[in-house]
Each structure stands twice: as structure tokens, then as C-alpha cells.
């Protein structure tokens, strides 16, 4: 199994930008999709971003798509989710997730981080 550590939230102003970063151990980060979640206070947690082993496929959530980049690089093991024009609603705890699969489904996702928080202010 993969273990997964978010890191880079923290607390921005509405409009602006935070690069969120997953690092995962093991030897076969290169084999999983990725995708990241969130969770906002009273709410369910959701589908944010997901990309493909080779990074070739990426999807968006609706809410997020042309503001969020998801990005990796296999060789550190690492995948990004750059949060661009941020808005208050963005608020949540954002967690990554690797699945066998490339899809939205949080079923599909087998290993979890702890969690990053991301706050935005206005």
C-alpha cells in the first residue's frame, strides 16, 4: 500500500493562489491515477481533481475546472494541485488519494493522506 503526505495548505485571500503537494512512498507510484478531494466543514467530502498514470488524462469537478491544475512527476514520487483564483467556497480539508483506476469515484481510491488544510478569507 502507498502512503501518502499532503503538505502546502494554509491561509490565502479570495483571488489568490496555493500549490498543494502529495508525496507518496513506494516503489510503484507510477502505476496509480491520483486525485484529490476535499472536505468542507459540514459537508461531504468531494471530487476535486484526478490524472493518470502518465499524466496524459486529467479530469476536473465542474466547480474547479480552469482554476485547479493537477500535475505530477513520478520520479518524486509527488503529485501537485495548483489552486488558482481561489474562492471562499474552496475552503476545506484537501486530501489525495490513489486509485487502480482513473476516475472521479472515491470508492475507487484505496490509500488516503492525512489531510491538508486549505482556508481562504475574504
Known amino acids: 500500500q502507498v502512503q501518502l503526505v499532503e503538505s502546502g495548505g494554509g491561509l490565502v485571500q479570495a483571488g489568490g493562489s496555493l500549490r498543494l503537494a502529495c508525496a507518496a512512498s513506494?516503489?510503484?507510484?507510477?502505476?496509480?491515477?491520483m486525485g484529490w478531494f476535499r472536505q468542507a466543514p459540514g459537508k461531504e467530502r468531494e471530487f476535486v481533481a484526478t490524472?493518470?498514470?502518465?499524466?496524459?488524462?486529467?479530469y476536473y469537478s465542474d466547480s474547479v475546472k480552469g482554476r485547479f491544475t493537477i500535475s505530477r512527476v513520478n520520479a518524486k514520487n509527488t503529485v501537485y494541485l495548483q489552486m488558482n483564483s481561489l474562492k471562499l467556497e474552496d475552503t476545506a480539508v484537501y486530501y489525495c488519494?490513489?486509485?487502480?483506476?482513473?476516475?472521479?469515484?472515491?470508492?475507487?481510491?484505496?490509500?488516503w493522506g492525512q489531510g491538508t488544510q486549505g482556508t481562504v478569507s475574504s
Open positions: 513506494g516503489r510503484s507510484f507510477g502505476r496509480y491515477a
Open positions: 488519494a490513489t486509485s487502480a483506476r482513473f476516475g472521479q469515484d472515491s470508492h475507487e481510491y484505496d490509500s
Open positions: 490524472i493518470n498514470w502518465n499524466s496524459v488524462y486529467t
